[in-house]
């Protein structure tokens, strides 16, 4: 595909890569005449047949609603969508599957933890700690409480590398210190935290821990009670599955305690205008209304092709195509990585001198490679390191090292035509 590729030795750990990309039918199409080199999987990776496949079997077998039907295709699609409850609670190894609650994804998770929990146990003056590294989706919610209900969200920062500072961490608790959240993988630099370490010094100051996994479930094996996590967000479509899916996990006494949030269909026991109305058990409580019934049952499925394919082994395959990337762009003058910290996932986010970031998207895309630019939803970070925007390439199980060498080649070439 590339002169580098054949110039440079392919050392890597066996992975059939071949062997997955064909089970990604979009990974054949050709964009502006060039094969597709897709790079911007930590905003959406792809979905593999064995996905695709599950919404053609849904909808044409057993679509209807759940829960509440008494006859066969209610059963059937009630079934799968509770089978996959089992799935999520086995890939996060949570203690019970009353513990996952389905939501459209981790913002969606992450809200709820806000406005129920949050309400529920938050008053004035008290502390949430988020990171720098945070998306808006882990820092707005706290901001909306801390506006309605006088809550304090303070920062914990990060080093030059991108790296949380723990003994800044530390520091920063007070007797009013509630809630610490964080995101296991920053989508912004790639930073794995230490999210294991973070709980533990939460929970010695009597602090619940809300991991936002977003970025985490794609690339490592996930043990929410090997890290003690109180709360675990994540989407569906980061890890092979589709858009409008994704799953809290929350202790089930926290779950048991917290108010429900939505109310409507589904998650009630009794309704009535002269008692009060009762709720349904954890954690049906927290599922108002029809959910995104074949997007879930298309969860699970994306679960089990990943866990098929293997956690470790995609890990250290995405490693492999991170190191050689960055050794290559790193030779590129006046470009500088964001994000060095020694124990990154596969994000690799860079700037040009005297290069617009949108610039080199939009032209890199003429070569038929999809990257990202802009700030990824993480503005107070990249303020920090002084730009409004990086672009960030990230890679997925399906990526090859010859699409790493082509990007590089991409890359030089569309530096060469904006400075
Ligand atoms: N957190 C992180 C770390 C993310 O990368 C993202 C998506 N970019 C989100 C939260 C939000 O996820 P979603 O849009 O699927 O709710």
């Not at 999987?41 to 593999?48: D, G, L």
């Not at 513990?99 to 938050?122: K, Q």
């Not at 990060?158 to 949380?164: A, C, K, N, T």
Request: aromatic share 8%; proline share 4%; charged share 20%.
């Amino acid at each position: 595909m590339n002169h580098l590729a054949t110039e440079r030795p392919l050392s890597a750990p066996a992975f059939d890569v071949a062997g997955i990309r064909a089970q990604f039918p979009i990974l054949e199409r050709q964009v502006h005449g060039r094969p597709l080199i897709y790079f911007d999987n930590a905003a959406t990776s792809q979905t593999p047949l064995a996905v695709i496949d599950t919404f053609r079997d849904y909808f044409c077998r057993y679509n209807a609603n759940i829960h509440r039907g008494l006859h066969t295709l209610a059963d059937e699609a009630t079934a799968a969508y509770e089978a996959t409850r089992e799935t999520v609670r086995n890939f996060l190894n949570a203690a019970d599957r009353r513990e996952i609650v389905f939501t459209r994804g981790t913002t969606e998770a992450i809200n709820l933890v806000a406005n129920s929990w949050g309400r529920a146990n938050l008053k004035a003056g008290d502390e949430v700690l988020v990171s720098l590294l945070e998306h808006h989706s882990n820092i707005v919610p706290w901001q909306l409480l801390a506006a309605q209900l006088g809550i304090k969200v303070r920062v914990i920062p990060v080093d030059e590398r991108g790296v949380l500072d723990l003994d800044a961490y530390r520091a920063l608790f007070t007797e009013r210190t509630r809630l610490v959240a964080v995101n296991h993988v920053s989508n912004a630099f790639g930073t794995i935290n230490p999210v294991r370490e973070m709980a533990t010094i939460a929970h010695e100051h009597g602090a619940l821990i809300l991991v936002d996994g977003a970025q985490a479930v794609p690339h490592q094996r996930v043990d929410v009670r090997a890290i003690e996590a109180d709360f675990y967000a994540f989407s569906g479509h980061k890890v092979y599955g589709p858009t409008g899916a994704g799953a809290l996990y929350a202790r089930a006494e926290l779950l048991e305690a917290m108010p429900p949030w939505q109310g409507g269909g589904e998650m009630i026991k009794s309704v009535s205008f002269d008692v009060p109305t009762t709720f349904a058990d954890i954690p049906h409580k927290f599922e108002a209304g029809t959910p995104a019934i074949a997007e879930v049952i298309a969860l699970g499925v994306a679960l089990d092709w990943v866990r098929g394919v293997g956690l470790e082994r995609i890990g250290a395959w995405e490693a492999t195509l991170l190191e050689r990337a960055t050794m290559a762009v790193s030779r590129i003058d006046g470009l500088r990585i964001l994000g060095t910290a020694p124990d990154k996932a596969g994000v690799l986010s860079f700037v040009v001198d005297g290069a617009h970031s949108q610039d080199i998207a939009l032209l890199i895309d003429q070569l038929g490679v999809a990257i990202r630019t802009g700030n990824h939803c993480a503005q107070p970070l990249l303020a920090h390191f002084g730009v409004t925007a990086t672009c960030r390439a990230s890679f997925a199980a399906y990526n090859t090292l010859e699409e790493v060498d082509a990007f590089v080649d991409a890359l030089e070439r569309v530096i060469g035509m904006v400075r």
